[in-house]
Structures are given as C-alpha cells and as structure tokens.
C-alpha cells in the first residue's frame, strides 16, 4: 500500500525547512516508495494553529514548528521554552534527548490526535531592539513584544518592561513605528525578517531556547503498518543531531550577518545576567508549580537537566 | 395568510435578536480594540487578549448574520443567468437555489459540528485568553445552521409568494443609500 | 486532469447558475475532496475558520464602519462644500468638485456605492442646475465613485493584502498615486466638455466665509491624518488603525458635528456587521478553496501554462487586465479579487512582477470594475438613487470607461506611479 506524507511548516529558509525537506528525503529513501512526500513550506496549508488542527483532523500529516503553538492543545509544551534550565543550546539538545524525557513530552499530544516524533531548537532566545540594550537598566520601562505566554510575559516584567503582544503579521510595521520598542525571539529568526533594516540592537540574553517539535497525525499514523511507523521514529531521531548542527551555524550566521548588516550583537555583563535569570528560574518554577500538571512535567525536565548537565 | 405572518413574525424576531448579538459582537470588538491602543500607549498595561478575542468577536459577528443573509438572497452571488430569465422562471431558479443552498449548508453545518465535538472532546483551549475551542469553533457551526434555516425559510416563502424575489439592492448599495440620506 | 476539470468547471456552472459565491467555493472544495482526495470533509468548517481567523482583516470591519460613521456625520457635505468653494470661479466648479470630491471622500471611505452615494446626493442635483446633460452626469458621478477602492483606506486592497502577503501598509501608499491619477484623467475630459459653459456664480463665497467653510470640512479630512499619523507615530499598528478611525469618526460626527444620535450609531454597528458577514463570507469560503488548489498543484500548472504562452511580462499583464475587465462586468470586485489573487500571484511572481505593484493594479480594474455593465454595484446604487434606468446610466459610462481604462494601462506599464521609490 501506498501512502501520501504532507509535510507542512511555516516558513522558509530556516531550520523548519530545512526539516521538512530532510526528513521527507530520508522517508523516501527508507520506505522505498511506500511514503510519498509533498513539502508546504511558507504557511501553505495555512498558520501554525491551522496546521496543528490539520494534524488532528487528519488533512495534514507531518508539520514541525515551535512548541510555544501547542499550549493550547496542552499546557505542558510550554516546558522546552523555559528561561534559567540550560547551560546552553548543547545542554538544552542533551535534555530534548534524553530517553526519560522525550518518552514522556512527544507523548503529551498523542490522546489529542498528535504523536510526537522529535524535538529540536529554532535558536537561543534573544531581543532585537530600537535601543542599545547593553545592560538589563537600558530594557526598564520598554515595550517588548513577546509572544502570549505567561513565562515569556513573566520574564519580560522580569527585566523591567512591558510585555507587549502584537500579531505576528505586524511586528516588522511596530517595530519600525516604535509601536513598541524590541521583541524577544531567535537571531535566526531576526535575520529572515531583516530586522537589520529596522532596528539596529540585538542583546543577546540566550535566557533560554525556542524548542521545536515534529510530529505526524494520529488518523494517518494508525493506517501504517509497524515497520513504518518505526522507521519513521527512527529517521526522526537520526535527524535531529543535524538539525542542531544546522541551527546553531546558522544562529552563528545571523549574529555575524547582523554585525555585517551595521548592527551591534550586545552581552549583558556577567553579574547582571546570572542575577536575571536566578529570578527568572524562581519565577518561573513558582508559575509552573502553581499547577500539578505541569509541576509534573517540570520536574521530568529538570530531572533531564541536572542529569545533563556538565558541572 | 395567518401562517405565512406567524412566519413572518417569528423570522424578524430570530433577524432581531441575531442583530443584536451579532452587532454587539461587533461593538465590543471595536471598544477592545481602543481599550487596548490607549492602555499600551498612555498606561503602559495592553491587554494581552485583545487581539485573539477581538478577532474571535468579528469571526462571531459575521457567522450570526447568515440567517439574514441567506434568508434575503444577500449573499454575494454572480448573477449571469438571472435577468435573462422571464419573471416566473426566476421565482423557480430561486426556489431551487435555496433548497440546495439548505441542503449544502446541512451537509456543511454536519461537518462542523464533528469538529467541534472533537475540539470540546479534546478540550483544547486558545494560545492567549484560553477560551475553550468549541467557542470559538462553534462559529462556523451556528453560520452553517442559522443559513440552513435561512435557506428553508426562503424556500417555503418562495413557495408561497414572490415576495423574497427582487428583495432588494445588494447590501453594500443599501448601506451606502441609507448613509447618505 | 479530472481534478482541473473539477475546479475550472464546476464553478464556472454554479456561478452562471446564481449560486451563492461562498457556496459555490465550498461545493467546488468538498466536490474535489471527495472525489480526488484522502482529506475528511471536516477540513472545509477547519479552513474557513482559518480563512477568517487573522488579525489583520479586523480592519475590513472597521474601516467599513469609519466609511460609514462619517458619511452619516454630514461629513460629505462639508467636504463638497469646501471643495465648491476652492473651485470657485472656474467655469467647471461643479464637475471639478464631483470629482474633487470623490477624492477627498475616497479618503476617508473605503467603499465605492458610498462614494456615490454621498457625492451623487449631493451634487447630480447642482451638476443638473449647471446645464450638464443628464449622461455626462450620471456617467461622471458613477465612476468616480470608482476612486474610493484605490484611495486609502481600500477594502480591496485589505483582501488583497490578507491573500499575497503583501503589506497593507505598503499597498496603501502605492494606491495614492494611482487615485490622484484616475482623478487628473476625468479632470482632463471634464476641462474638454465645460469648455461652452459658463463660470458658475452661485457658489462664490465670502473671504470669511471661505475660511469657515475649510475649517468646518478640516475634522472630517483629519481622518487620514489621525490613521496614518497614529501609524508612523508608534500610537498604533495599521489593524488598530482602522478601529482607531471608527472612535474617531465617532467623536466628530457625534460631539463635534452633532449630526448623529446614539441610535444611529448602533444602526451604522448593524449596518457595518451585515456588511462585513457578507464579505467576510467569501474569504473564508476562498479559504478553502486556495487550500484545495495548492494541494492538487493548480497554482504551479497556470504558471508553467503561461510560461509555455509567453514569457514577455507585458503580453501576460495584459491578458490578466483584460481578464479581469471581463471579471469585473459579472462579478463583485470583493470576490474576484479573494477568488484570483491566489491564482494570479504566482504567475505574476514569476514574470518578477512587483507584488505591491499588482495590488494597485488588481484594485484599479477592479473599481472599473464596479461602474462596468451589466453588473456594477455602483451602477445599481445611481439607478436607486437617481431612479434612471441602468441602460441609461451605462450610456453616460462609456466616456469614462475608456478613461479609466487608459489611466489602468498607465498604471498597468509604469510602475513608478505606484511605487515612486522606483524614481529615486
Ligand atoms: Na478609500
Ligand atoms: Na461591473
């Protein structure tokens, strides 16, 4: 039996592409032919909210984008973006590759119409900004524009400013406008706006990660035979060192290309940001514990965390 | 006479009270929107659902008009075949495009209430007000249902007299006759 | 090939039928799904929720009832008046200020019939008193009507903008040119046909009065101000702009012109929401459909089509410009232009046609569109609101077709128009 794999993502020219398109070569490769591939880069099959709906509904059948998307399908996703957990992006991969975790995260959508196949980082978490943000003083009383969550909002407020949510489709209009004053994302993603023909600043706080997941359709998943569904966690799972590989080059890029473009990368000091983001982590952990689901989930990242972890 | 009037009647009443939701659906989404433009600028504190729930309250606005729309033949539509019609065979083409638009919008109202029982079955709620999903879902359900009794509601009337025929100029002509008067 | 039949065909029927448009989209998808494809149906209710639920279109809502709200305020009247009064002595005051009008109306709507509506009420009588022939009147009122989809704020383009990614922003600023051009085109031919008559008296004002007409027309004119400053300010982003107008056009027309009670302002809400369902409807049922298209790839086989026809980019926007005056004859411009912008930015993107560019192109022969028999909606509104029959009323719009049109090859073939940055 023959099947057809809709491969479908927001963007193009990133890490989310670069996914789709490997992941449907190796599959073809693999399945010699029994998997058909069609890629839908750049939000042909609609938003992210559409596509993971697609997912449920059985009219998409592989997408992969961030897992900020997937709160509302359940809260739990929000635990890859969490600031003040890893040492850095390499410790946040060994985390995402944990056995323990990942039996228990690519799981969380599966009674929702989703299985997870793997996980992977879009980027390291930082601002672009209209002003020069050098120290955590310079972002007291800005406006930034995050996205809706509570612990992106939290860690916002964190740094003195507002938390700001503007649609998607209107940032590069705000920031331009000084409708607001920065926004909090990953230099990768910086670059593929051309922020730099905007706004001249990027601190690079790298508080935290923007995870990624993989997943495919339940409706479509349960039609496979066995052997396929393994080979197709399998390719997952070998894919994603790549992706990591991908990812921070291309971040590497972006700060570089940045700097190129006459923009300024800037650090917090030192003292600055290792006292930011203690308060961020207690924040945050008194948020997620607030709720004994997603304390749940915390402590299974954390677990993953310090078992990681180098010092 | 007395039946086609108690129809009439109940069909402004369903047309009055639609209005009334839809139109404050859409007033509200129009305060929201200011209420979070001046508390971003002048105080600093936006309100972080503005965006999602004024959307939410337009795409609800638009959805509870459909009775009316449908009801009236107000839908925009490419009328080609229509004036070459004699005035009897119009009546007709009417009558048959409402009980298939009926029947096309039951089969279509069918389908969004199984995604809407899959949403509420997963209760799943949205990214930023975390408003459950069958809310916001159940809109497309109650246009396809409300242009389903729309459709069935022309269709008798159709049957019965004219009247429903030559109804009207198309809205965007009737909003811009009434504004300038 | 069974799947093009299906989506070339299938349509075409429903819609020469008289089916409405959003159920002729939705048929034609669930058709093609069910025949052609291993989708469930349920994605048709999925992907018309997705077709509505963006941000940015929030502002086809709102600038409809900005458009409204001032047209009731007694704002076109001061406008006219205004304009009346700056023309003068000159021996066309009249036409000039219908059209001068058109404009300045256009500013602050974003809908053709009200356009027509306003100016036509106000000025068919004094274009009649001033010896124009009923023709030229009625033609010249109709059509200029047209300028307000391609003066921002333009519904066409909010659409346009939603379907090709393009910014709204950007779109509105490259409408302006163009506008002010559709309106320098018609000025030329009414310079040519007042040449017999002679200066009009009537309306010479007074030095003082003069001044007090211009500030009683300056809050209505404020609005483009408050939309475009409240975006480069930072006050607001271009979605918010739009809700922004609405307050605004509130706080004139209520406390500043005292025109217009509460309740007329909840009936302009009713008015605005019924208007808004009927165009919202078709985005969404478009939706749908432009999701079946790219899955089955129809999108790639027009492209390849037209690269095997022609590669020369002036022989392919010609044909679109013809196309698309014939589309504009049968059909509303809300729906062809969410029907095939899907389908014609690709090829456009192709041939490296500007997008932004073919926005403005789109949304000019589309407001053609809307004043060419047999079905124009600003036709249908100088029909109700003159009662001259339609035949009557398109004899007056030949004249001003052929204009127009010449202006749309000029906008079509001279990019710069629309996007002056082009020049420097
Ligand atoms: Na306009
Ligand atoms: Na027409």
Redesign the pocket.
Known sequence: QEFTMKLATATVNDVQTEAIKRFAARVEARSEGRIKTELYPAAQLGSNARMIEGLQFGTVEFYTGPAAYLVGVDSRFQVTDLPAIFEDARHAQRVFSDPTFRETFLNLGTDKGLVGLGTYIYGNTAFATAFPGDTVEAFNGKKLRVLASKVERKGVELMGATAVPIDFSEVATALQQGTVDGMKSSPPAFTSLKLYDIVKHITATEDGVMGEVMMVSKIWWDTLPEDLQTMLREEATALEPELYDYVLEDQANAYKTWEEMGGTVHYLPKEERDALLSEMRVAVLELLNDDPKTAEMLAVLLDAADRTATQ | MGEGSMMQRLSTFIIQTLDLLSGGAFAAALLINAANVAGRYLFHSPIFWAEEVTTLLIIWSVCLMSYRLTLRGENLSAEILKPLLPHSAQRWVAFGLAAAGTALCGYFAFNAYLVVELVARFSQVTNVAEIPKQYVNGSILAAFVLACLGGMTRSLSLLVSDKLLNASDPVEVQEALAGSK | MTLIAILGGLPLLLLIVGLPIYLVLLTTASVAIMTQMSVPATMVPQIMFGGLDKFALLSVPFFIFAGEIMSRGGVSRRIVNCILMLCGGLKSARPMTAIGASEFF??V??SSPATVAAIGRLMYPSLREGGYSEKFSLGLITSAGGI??V????ILMILYAASSEQSVTALFAAGIVPALLLGLVIAGYILWVSRKMTPSTANKPQKGEALSLFLAALPALGTPVVILGGIYSGIFSPTESAGMAGVYGVLVARFFYREITWREIWSVVLSSAHLTAQILLVVAASGVFSWVLTTSGVPQTLVNFVEAASSEPWVVLLTINVFLLIVGCLMDPVSAIVLLTPMLVPVVTHLDVNLVHFGVIMAVNLSIGMFTPPFGLNIFTSHALFGVPISRISAGLVPFIILQTLALLLITYVPAISLPQLLF
């Open positions: 256009g500013a709507s974003g307000a989809s003066m921002p704020p333009s």
